[in-house]
Each structure stands twice: as structure tokens, then as C-alpha cells.
């Protein structure tokens, strides 16, 4: 009779490590301030909300660059409100630190050379058409990848009339690839219209502007903090005279903090600088500042493979006639 139950026993060596303080942490990207809060741990479901136009996305893909560039972390995105040429403009900047529209213009070897590198690490669904979250899970199983990101959540089909044990059921589903697969599921999420009405509050050093949204300010309420291993809200003042440049990650859970991780206190969430569509600076440190290559000018043109093709050749669904660069 097959033996459905499990019993402490079998969990002998998990926690030996812990008795011994021999517990792997995450990996983090090399400044203190943000990996005392955040780890990358794969088999993890982690979601994130945020208001529009707050630089969700561009967050995101900065620490998947961190995470390929620091740890060799390979990544599948799906965007269906972000183009694979806008997505792959900004991880080409945050890969160089330097503007591809700018400091590329006469550089074809690098501008090259960069692509072929990105390529070996990112792929893309592309958004010429609607998915499912199972139809992305379906596709994203076919080949393995240490990242996983899905943005927007709400801009999935559903298929079924009731909407909420759907989206629960779906949340389930995505914490078991995660962990089936050893992937790390990234979500992102829109928030309730009411959550863009919050302001600060008369007298606030920030009065006025936009606050920060909470777990259950997000599309579909409080069920999603509650499925989710970490839970992020990435903000930004956008009106705000001096702030304007300044991102907000604000980590609202961590499920398992033996493996490194914590929430950041409610008034002080990581900050990151942005500047200049190339960087984030944390504390005044660029974590990807010691792996930009030499100048592009003198990088020798790398031989191209199969994997080294145009960027539409390492997506899913593209036609093959199709010779954009990106």
C-alpha cells in the first residue's frame, strides 16, 4: 500500500542543517542594504504589486540582470504590456551601464557582442496574443529556466466565471512549478482602483503624493499575499520634485527567513536610485559595476551560434522571416 504521509523522520537531514546552522541562504547581489531583505531562492512563488507607471517592470528585470550577471541565472518573461524590443532596450542598458541609443550609434561590435551575451541568459513569450496562466506554465516547462516572470497577472485569460477560486487555484499551480521545477516564479500585479486615491496625509513630509499600496490593495485582494513565499511593493513619487528618481521596494513578507530575507521596516524600504536608464545605486553602490566589460570599441566581434541569432530567434512563437535585431 503506497505510504501518502510523512513523518519527522524524513526530515532528518533538513534539520540537522538547521541544527547545525548549516542552512543555505539565497543569493543576494553584493550591497549589504538590499540582501539583508531579499535572497533569490529558487523553487520560491513571489508576487509584487505596485501603481502604474511606478518602474515595476524595470525593477525587475535590473535584478535579473544582477542575478545573471552575479550568479549565471537564466530567465523567461513574459510582458504583455511591455514589447520584447522596449524589454530588451532596458536590460541591454542595465547589462552595460551605458545607453544603447547613445553610446552605441557607431558601435556595432558592441552593440553585437552585447546581444549575443543577453541572449544566453534571457527568452521571451512574445505578446502577440493572449495566454492562460497554464498556457505560460505550459510553455515555460518546455525548457528549463532559473527565472520565471509574469507581467501583468491581470492581464491573463480566465477560464472559468468564477474569477477568485480561479485565481487561487492558479496561485497554487505557480507555487508548485516553482518548486517542481526549481524555478523562481516572479508575478506582478495591479492594484484596486481605490489604492490610487491613498495619498499622504496633511503635514506627511511627503504630502500629497502618492502613497505606497499595501498587500490587499492589490487586484484581486489579500488572497495572493497569502499564497505567495516573498511579497514585494516596488513605488515611486513620480510627482515629487527630488524624488521622482527614487524607486521603493518595500518587502511586505518573507515566508522562510532561515534561508536569509526579512521585511524592510513600513517607513524604510530599500531605495534604489535610478540613473539615467542604465543603473540603480543603493546606498550610493552599483552592484553591477564591476561586471561591465572593457570599452565596446574594443571588444572583438564573438563568432555567432545557434543561441547567438537575432533576439526574435530566442523567443517563443516568432516567424522565422521575421529579422528584426530585437
Known amino acids: 500500500m503506497e505510504n501518502y504521509y510523512s513523518k519527522p523522520f524524513h526530515e532528518l537531514q533538513g534539520l540537522d542543517e538547521i541544527r547545525l546552522g548549516k542552512v543555505d541562504t539565497g543569493l543576494g547581489i553584493g550591497v549589504e542594504a538590499f540582501d539583508n531583505h ?24 535590473w535584478y535579473f540582470v544582477c ?48 546581444l549575443n551575451e543577453i541572449s544566453d541568459y534571457f527568452e521571451f513569450i512574445p505578446n502577440n496574443k493572449r495566454y492562460t496562466a497554464y498556457d505560460i506554465l505550459d510553455l515555460a516547462s518546455k525548457k528549463h529556466h532559473d527565472g520565471l516572470l509574469v507581467d501583468p497577472f491581470n492581464s491573463l485569460m480566465t477560464e472559468t466565471n468564477n474569477k477568485h477560486q480561479e485565481d487561487y487555484d492558479i496561485c497554487a499551480n505557480l507555487r508548485i512549478f516553482a518548486s517542481e521545477q526549481h524555478t523562481n516564479v516572479f508575478v506582478n500585479a495591479h492594484l484596486v482602483t481605490q489604492a ?29 499575499a497569502n499564497r505567495a513565499d516573498d511579497f514585494w511593493t516596488i513605488h515611486r513619487m513620480t510627482q515629487h ?3 521622482w528618481n527614487i524607486g521603493e521596494l518595500h518587502v511586505r513578507k518573507v515566508k522562510e527567513t532561515i ?8 517607513d524604510k524600504p530599500i531605495e534604489l536610485r535610478w540613473f539615467n536608464h542604465c543603473a540603480y545605486f543603493i546606498n550610493n553602490e552599483n ?40
Open 196 to 224: 490610487a486615491r491613498n495619498r499622504y496625509p496633511k503635514d506627511h513630509i511627503y504630502e500629497g503624493n502618492l502613497a505606497s499600496p499595501e498587500k490587499a490593495d492589490t487586484e484581486g485582494g489579500q488572497k495572493f
Open 38 to 61: 531579499i535572497k533569490w531562492k529558487q523553487g520560491q512563488f513571489n508576487m509584487i504589486n505596485g501603481h502604474d507607471n511606478v518602474g515595476k517592470t524595470d525593477v525587475l528585470l
Open 259 to 266: 534561508t536569509g530575507g526579512c521585511v524592510t521596516p513600513r
Open 287 to 326: 552592484p553591477l559595476e564591476k561586471t561591465y566589460d572593457k570599452e565596446a570599441e574594443q571588444l572583438d566581434l564573438l563568432p555567432r551560434t545557434e543561441q547567438h541569432q537575432s533576439m526574435n530567434k530566442m523567443t517563443h512563437g516568432v516567424h522565422e522571416e521575421d529579422d528584426l535585431p530585437f
Open 67 to 114: 542575478m545573471s550577471k552575479l550568479h549565471g541565472k537564466k530567465h523567461l518573461i513574459y510582458s504583455s504590456e511591455n514589447t520584447v524590443r522596449s524589454q530588451v532596450f532596458k536590460i541591454f542598458n542595465f547589462w552595460t551601464g551605458r545607453r544603447l541609443d547613445k553610446d552605441y550609434t557607431i558601435d556595432d561590435k558592441g552593440f553585437q557582442h552585447t
Open 241 to 243: 520634485a527630488e524624488r
